[in-house]
């Protein structure tokens, strides 16, 4: 018998979030306040969202001055792939992060400070977070992004599956451990900030 699995090849860490991210206890679906239910069959596989102030225990390898959260596993080696649903957000940053980045401090989102990023900033701004940062040239807006890691080769590739273009390639050497970053942004639409899902992936199992 052939059973259809999902599993989800990274995860968010909430011991990285900044404290305004909320999870839900399951890491399955998150909500903005108690007034807005958390859905039984989300969209996603398993997404964060900007609420108001949330006390959390304070710990060395959480985020403090940007709205982020880290995913975990992190990566030394090899080849890795995710595929992350931004939905109709507006504000949004998604790619990766070193591990040795300044948490407690605010930085630029670029490479010299350890962020190979893009993201989203209004209707229509797409930008990849270089040094000068650069505007993207988007024709279909994504639903879901595709991020891949080449950490031998250097290569950060961001993949919009709506028409399999690649958005943007970082290309630059990698010298210690790496982690997926994912921003949900501040709020949309003046209120809620839209979620970001890590989408979850399907294999078979062959079942005696």
């Not at 909320?22 to 964060?48: A, D, G, K, Q, W």
């Not at 797409?126 to 024709?139: G, I």
């Not at 994504?142 to 031998?152: H, L, M, N, R, S």
């Not at 210690?176 to 921003?183: A, D, Q, R, V």
Request: charged share 20%.
């Amino acid at each position: 018998m052939k059973n259809i699995v999902k599993f989800a090849p990274v995860t968010f860490d909430p011991n990285t979030a900044q404290s305004n991210l909320i999870f839900s206890e399951s890491l399955t679906c998150v909500r903005y306040s108690s007034r807005i239910p958390v859905p039984e069959n989300p969209p996603v596989s398993l997404c964060v969202r900007y609420s108001s102030k949330t006390p959390v225990p304070e710990t060395p390898e959480r985020c403090v001055n940007r709205v982020c959260v880290l995913g975990t596993p992190g990566f030394s080696s090899g080849r890795h792939c995710w595929t992350v649903d931004v939905g109709q957000g507006q504000d949004w940053y998604i790619g990766v992060a070193r591990e040795s980045i300044q948490r407690k401090s605010t930085v630029f989102l670029e490479p010299a400070e350890g962020f190979w990023v893009i993201g989203r900033t209004g209707r229509d701004s797409y930008w990849a977070q270089t040094a000068s940062r650069s505007r993207l040239t988007v024709k279909q807006p994504p639903q879901t992004v595709t991020v891949e890691v080449d950490y031998g080769k250097g290569k950060v590739a961001f993949v919009n599956d709506t028409d399999r273009t690649v958005m943007h390639m970082f290309k630059d050497k990698f010298t210690e451990k790496i982690f997926p970053y994912f921003s949900p942004g501040l709020y949309q639409e003046g209120a809620l900030s839209c979620p970001l899902g890590i989408c979850g992936h399907s294999i078979s199992l062959l079942m005696d």
